[in-house]
């Protein structure tokens, strides 16, 4: 599957940000500013880990002779950071190769300018050639969004490891503080902040879109310190308890989920995106009260369990963007809006954490169902598509092979199917776009604190 989204990547599309495999073109998209092959940097490490070396060495290449970050053009920080930052620096740190190692430390440099703001919260946008940075149009009155403004810390930590600059670590961890400090509703994180005064500008939760990610940073920038980073343990685990305090409800017919929130209303809808969350609970669950472990297998299971009902309750046992769990649906959308499935990864990536923290092999058993049905429905002739309707018996195709098909969903099926010392989660944490970085082990420390790289 990843040679064949690959080839047809290469062939008709290369150098450009995706493929658009109906028309068999290139698209370049509005996210990345100037910047291109966002496809070629998302998967140099699927394609390494998978052996696929000489696919790899064209990917390197393209990077090495063509990946011009003297770019202009709006692009999101976040998108930026989780695609290219993590993937090169992942590419780093699997093949030891001193290309990737210049060209993030240069396009980290570019990204800093966003952080200049009265609060030190980054815009969501920059211009990565003047440095200015403003904050999406559709986001209430300026703010800047959790998900994007929270998701940065691992790949900025590495920034620092690699370049002996503190600069990259000082700016997550001020955004760290001012969260950490900041009164919650409930204790609760809303999705808008204001980068200007510093407060919250709406109280709305979510797990997924517009929060996602900055819970998984949480946990996971714990788990990347070795254990170390006790603030950000602190903060997961009581992330958690107002989670589920707040948002964890059970449906009529006995199915685990996490609504949203809204100023206290609850919205009984759960987004293909927050189905990373199975996943989340589960490799967190060894580090919090030790009486609660089991309780947190259990939630991560029955998490799991509901976003595979959204896959089996469809037609295509594919799921849908949205599901629902009022006016008796049950895990189904009701929206025609909602319907659509892009590619994404998160219940795959759920299935495969599951999988190496209870070898239950039921997790294996819903992946191939995954993997037939993406074949069955996705699969066009020059390459993977996202579809209009899981629904639909017929589908209709969005002619769009996104790039985090190349460095999610396929990564974390090949993980599914390997063995646990592939990328082992005792040594790796993945970013939120899937690209492995470096546990940061204590014993690897050198005096002045950096990584000793011999060490992985
Ligand atoms: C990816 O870019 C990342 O997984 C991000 O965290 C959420 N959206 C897409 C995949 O759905």
Redesign the pocket.
């Known amino acids: 599957m990843m040679k064949f989204a690959w080839d047809n990547y290469k062939n008709f599309a290369w150098g450009k940000n995706e493929l658009r495999p109906l028309t068999r073109t290139g698209h370049i998209g509005n996210m990345f500013g100037g910047l291109r092959g966002a496809s070629i940097v998302d998967s140099l490490d699927t394609l390494y880990i998978m052996g696929l070396l000489d696919e790899y060495n064209d990917a390197k290449e393209w990077v090495q002779s063509s990946l011009d970050l003297n770019s202009n053009g709006e692009a999101s920080l976040f998108e930026v950071n989780?695609r290219y930052v993590g993937g090169l620096l992942s590419a780093y740190y699997l093949t030891g190769e001193e290309i990737f190692k210049r060209k993030v430390l240069d396009l980290g440099e570019k990204l800093l300018p966003a952080f200049n703001t009265p609060t030190g919260i980054p815009r969501g946008v920059i211009n990565l050639g003047s440095g200015t940075s403003w904050s999406w149009g559709w986001a209430s009155a300026g703010s800047s969004i959790l998900a994007e403004f929270g998701t940065l810390h691992l790949e900025f930590v590495h920034l620092s490891e690699l370049s002996n600059n503190p600069v990259y670590t000082e700016k997550v961890m001020n955004i760290r503080k001012l969260l950490n400090k900041i009164e919650k509703p409930h204790g609760l994180y809303p999705n808008f902040l204001s980068p200007v005064s510093g407060n919250w500008v709406q109280h709305h939760v979510s797990i997924g879109g517009l929060g996602?990610?900055f819970y998984e940073y949480l946990i996971k920038s714990y788990l990347m310190s070795d254990k170390t980073d006790e603030d950000a343990k602190k903060m997961y685990y009581g992330a958690l308890e107002a989670i589920e305090a707040n948002l964890v409800q059970k449906s009529p017919g006995g199915l685990t989920y996490m609504a949203e929130w809204r100023g206290g209303i609850l919205d009984h809808k759960m987004g293909h995106?927050a189905c990373f969350s199975g996943g989340m609970v589960g490799i967190g669950a060894d580090d919090g009260a030790p009486e609660k472990r089991q309780h947190y297998l259990d939630l991560a299971a029955e998490i799991t369990h509901t976003c595979h009902e959204s896959y089996s309750r469809s037609a295509t046992k594919l799921g849908p963007e949205a599901f629902r769990f009022d006016g008796g649906a049950e895990a189904t959308a009701t929206r025609l809006s909602d319907r659509y499935y892009i590619l994404?990864?998160?219940v795959i990536e759920s299935y495969m954490y599951m999988w190496r923290l209870t070898h239950d092999p039921k997790y294996r058993e819903w992946g191939w169902e995954a993997v037939e049905a993406l074949e069955q429905h996705c699969r066009v002739e020059a390459g993977f598509s996202g579809i209009r309707d899981v629904y639909a018996q017929t589908v209709s195709h969005d002619n769009m092979q996104q790039s985090?098909f190349l460095s999610?969903t396929l990564k974390y099926l090949y993980l599914l199917f390997s063995d646990d010392d592939l990328l082992s989660l005792e040594d790796w944490v993945f970013n939120?776009?899937a690209h492995p970085l470096p546990v940061i082990h204590k014993s690897c420390m050198e005096e002045g604190g950096g990584l000793r790289l011999d060490s992985l």
């Open positions: 989780i996602d990610s995106l994404r990864p998160e985090f999610e939120t776009e």
